[in-house]
């Protein structure tokens, strides 16, 4: 799921109708459910993302300290990398450089973006509770019972 669409998601379930707070506090079970299965589907993503990206960051690490064989480099086509050469203290700063690279660590970052959204969701929907009994206490002394 995309960021885009887990938050017109929560706009639409955010929204509380002040007039039937019963029926509001019986779907919290289902709203906490809804995102909880997306926010593990989200971290599933994110752990696949960073073993991608650790995969590859090895990948590079042992090419450029010059540890893969000359099928290896062809396998994991690094032929155009070939020609650079780096002090094993820039290794990582090369690796760093890499498209690649860059593209796997904008997808872990922003898989970590969706996953602090939803957790933010969840402790929202985990708050609705307090939330409608408040309103409920506030009209019951509104209306002058007890």
């Given at each position: 799921?995309?960021?885009?669409?887990?938050?017109?998601?929560?706009?639409?379930?955010?929204?509380?109708?002040?007039?039937?707070?019963?029926?509001?506090?019986?779907?919290?079970?289902?709203?906490?459910?809804?995102?909880?299965?997306?926010?593990?589907?989200?971290?599933?993503?994110?752990?696949?993302?960073?073993?991608?990206?650790?995969?590859?960051?090895?990948?590079?690490?042992?090419?450029?300290?010059?540890?893969?064989?000359?099928?290896?480099?062809?396998?994991?086509?690094?032929?155009?990398?070939?020609s650079?050469?780096?002090?094993k203290?820039?290794?990582?700063?090369?690796?760093?450089?890499?498209?690649?690279?860059?593209?796997?660590?904008?997808?872990?970052?922003?898989?970590?973006?969706?996953?602090?959204?939803?957790?933010?969701?969840?402790k929202?929907?985990?708050?609705?509770?307090?939330?409608?009994?408040?309103?409920?206490?506030?009209?019951?002394?509104?209306?002058?019972?007890?």
């Open positions: 799921m995309t960021l885009e669409e887990i938050e017109n998601a929560w706009m639409e379930d955010v929204e509380i109708n002040q007039v039937k707070l019963q029926d509001e506090s019986l779907k919290i079970p289902k709203l906490h459910s809804k995102y909880y299965n997306i926010l593990t589907r989200e971290k599933i993503v994110l752990f696949k993302n960073k073993q991608a990206l650790e995969e590859k960051e090895y990948i590079f690490e042992q090419f450029f300290l010059k540890t893969l064989t000359q099928e290896e480099i062809i396998q994991y086509g690094l032929v155009e990398y070939s650079k050469k780096y002090m203290s820039d290794v990582h700063k090369a690796i760093n450089t890499i498209p690649e690279i860059k593209k796997l660590k904008e997808k872990v970052g922003l898989q970590n973006i969706k996953i602090d959204f939803l957790e933010s969701i969840i929202q929907i985990n708050n609705r509770n307090w939330l409608i009994r408040d309103v409920i206490e506030i009209r019951k002394f509104e209306n002058g019972s007890n």
